[in-house]
């Protein structure tokens, strides 16, 4: 009913714009006011995590997504190896682990059969599971070692939003957990990045606030027949993300790569008139990936294409390649998806509805796959 929507069309609509308070929520309680992350719920003793020599994440879909974006954190941060697999695939390659790999099962609904699959296996040979969450006594977490649970509140739009804005939150608090208990050379990093954690849900909202071109520009391509994304770093799994919408949403042809595999094959691809969106990294920091992104959008736009581009505010650099530019606020280098995405779910939704199609329940999808 009207009602349940909250005043909305669609509940993925309503989810979109909850998604501040769904960060904000699962933030809640687990940065004290000393600035040090207090993760009393992981029942996995710090000393586990102290030896822990190897993490692996296995998800579906876009919580896979999230993991792919955890790997650069949790190996930025506490230098530990960590690999990241699509659950389905995991045990059928006799992956190894043993007693000192942190296994991270990530999963919105905790029903999901590849990856309870996944995490019975890594049990079975003695790794250590953390589930990250969003449904409270789950399968998933019930079957884990350990439960990280994400405060998104019932996710209802088949499409994933603000479960995965939240599985980031507590992927990034994972992250920098280990590297608070293990004590890392990037101590000053991590307390200055869990102090800036803390200003995600307000800098989303700004997006929020900013997204009528976006619609716009959404509605407008309602008859493209394909749309790419382009990104690097954190910024490629957002890419793939932003594809995975426009699929399940508007049905339509999307493909997320890295960008610097463009020249490897995908360039050819680009045709007058074919929409790319690059999501841009930060031109703090690593501004060499910055500088190479900048040329990977020259060598499109030069082939025809039309540039959508999402960039950091201030970011003067990508403005003259830009055909539609997306301003994005300022964050640290790895926590840029939590803002970097929010405008790849407006676009998809609003290209879908355009063309007519219900989004809270598109065509052969269901919402938790029960089934291998
Ligand atoms: C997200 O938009 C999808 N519907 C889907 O990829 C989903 O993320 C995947 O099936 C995993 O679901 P889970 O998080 O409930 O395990």
Not at 38 to 55: G, M, N, Q, Y
Request: glycine share 8%.
């Amino acid at each position: 009913s009207a009602a349940e929507k909250g005043g909305y069309d669609y509940f993925m609509l309503k989810e979109i714009a909850e998604q501040p308070k769904a960060v904000a929520d699962t933030l809640l309680g687990r940065i004290g006011t000393d600035g040090r992350l207090t993760l009393d719920e992981l029942r996995i003793p710090d000393s586990v995590l102290r030896e822990a020599d190897k993490v692996v994440i296995v998800a579906c879909g876009t919580a896979f997504h999230a993991g792919m974006i955890a790997k650069y954190a949790i190996e930025h941060w506490t230098r530990i190896p960590c690999e990241v697999e699509v659950a389905s695939e995991f045990r059928y390659r006799d992956p190894i682990l043993d007693g000192r790999t942190l296994v991270i099962a990530i999963s919105q609904s905790g029903e999901t059969m590849d990856t309870l699959m996944a995490l019975r296996h890594a049990r079975e040979q003695g790794a250590k599971v953390l589930a990250i969450c969003n449904t409270n006594g789950s399968t998933i977490p019930r079957e884990s070692d350990a439960v990280l649970y994400t405060h998104a509140g019932p996710e209802v739009a088949v499409a994933s939003t603000k479960a995965f804005l939240t599985q980031l939150v507590a992927c990034y608090l994972v992250a920098l957990y280990l590297g608070q208990v293990r004590g890392t050379k990037w101590g000053d990093e991590i307390s200055a990045v869990i102090r800036e954690l803390g200003d995600a849900p307000r800098q989303v909202e700004q997006v929020l606030q900013t997204m009528e071109p976006v619609r716009e520009l959404a509605r407008s391509l309602a008859d493209a027949r394909s749309v790419l994304f382009l990104g690097r770093h954190v910024g490629f799994p957002v890419a793939m993300e932003g594809a995975l919408k426009l699929k399940e949403l508007a049905y339509m042809h999307a493909e997320g790569f890295a960008a610097g595999e463009l020249k490897h094959g995908p360039i050819a691809l680009i045709e007058p008139g074919l929409p790319v969106v690059v999501v841009v990294p930060s031109p703090r920091g690593r501004s060499i990936l910055h500088d190479k992104i900048v040329s990977n959008i020259q060598e499109i736009r030069a082939r025809g294409a039309r540039t959508i581009v999402i960039a950091e505010e201030g970011d003067e650099a990508v403005a003259p390649y830009a055909d539609h530019l997306i301003r994005i606020p300022v964050t640290p280098v790895l926590l840029q998806p939590l803002v970097s995405v929010v405008p790849l779910q407006v676009f998809a939704c609003e290209l879908a509805t355009a063309k007519g199609h219900e989004v809270d329940q598109p065509r052969n999808l269901a919402k938790s796959v029960t089934v291998e």
